[in-house]
C-alpha cells in the first residue's frame, strides 16, 4: 500500500487493491453525486463510470461539488465537473463519462461492481433498479425531500441498499404506487425538489461508506439490504423499521431474473 493511503489501511492488508480495481458507477452528478464522486476520488477507487445529461446551472451551485461560477457561464456539463475533479485528486483513475440519459447508456453500466443512484425521482429508481437487478449488481440509493409538518420545512433523506436476491425498494417500502402516482400527478408543477449541500454531504457519506464495506469487507457484516433514514433537522440517522419488516425474499423479481449477490 502506498503512503497516499496508509491513514485508511485499518480497511485491511488488500484494501487499497481492492478499491483500485473497483468499478464504480455513479448515476446522477448532482449534489448527491457530485459528493460521491469526490469521495470515491480521495478513498482510492480505480475506475468510476458517471452518467448525467445536465450542464451546471446557477441554481445548482448551492450544493454542487466541484462546480465554480465560471462552470455556469460555460453551461459545463456535470460529468465533466466531475470528472475534472476525479482526475485532480486521483490522476491515476479512470474515468468514463456518459452525458445522457443513463438508459441510453444503460450497458456500461454491467460494468460496475456497485451502482450508486442518485436520482431524484422514484419512477427514475425503479427503472434503475429494474436493470441493475439484471446485471446482478447491488445499487446504493441515496435521496433527500423537505416536507411541511405543523407547517414547518422537515427535511429527511435515505440511504438504501438493494442487493440481488435480498428485499427491494418495494419491499423495503421505499416505492410504492402511491408515491409514483403522486409524483406523477405533481411532475412539473413544483419546479426542482429542495436540495442543501449539507445534507447531500450526509447521506453521500453514508453511502459511501457502505460502499467501502461491500468492497473490502472490513466489518465482516453480510447485508441482506440496508435501509437508512436521515432526520436532516436533528441531525439524526436511524436504521429504518421497514428492514425489519421487509420480505425475506423479493417476490417482486421473478427467481431467473435474479442470482447470488457478486459480492
Ligand atoms: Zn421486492
Known sequence: MTDQYTRQSFLGAKSGELLQNATIAIVGLGGGGSHVAQQLAHIGIGRVLLFDPDSLELSNLNRLIGGTAADVGARTEKVEIARRMFVAINPAAEVHTYAVQ???????????????????????????????????????????????????????????????????????????????????????????????????????????????????GWQRRHFRAEYLHFDANEHVITRSPRLEYAPKHCAHFAADFVGEPVL
Open 102 to 216: 443513463w438508459q441510453l447508456a444503460a450497458d456500461a453500466l454491467r460494468e460496475a461492481d456497485v451502482v450508486i443512484s442518485c436520482l431524484d425521482s422514484y419512477a427514475a429508481r425503479q427503472d434503475l433498479e429494474v436493470s441493475v437487478r439484471r446485471f446482478l449488481t447491488p445499487l446504493i440509493d441515496i435521496g433527500m425531500d423537505v416536507h411541511l409538518v405543523n407547517e414547518q420545512p422537515h427535511m429527511t433523506g435515505q440511504v438504501i441498499l438493494s442487493v440481488p436476491g435480498g428485499p427491494c425498494f418495494r419491499c423495503l417500502g421505499f416505492l410504492t404506487d402511491e408515491n409514483l402516482r403522486q409524483e406523477a400527478e405533481l411532475y412539473g408543477a413544483a419546479g426542482g425538489r429542495p436540495q442543501v449541500v449539507w445534507s447531500n454531504g450526509v447521506l453521500a457519506s453514508v453511502a459511501v461508506g457502505l460502499l467501502v464495506e461491500l468492497l473490502t
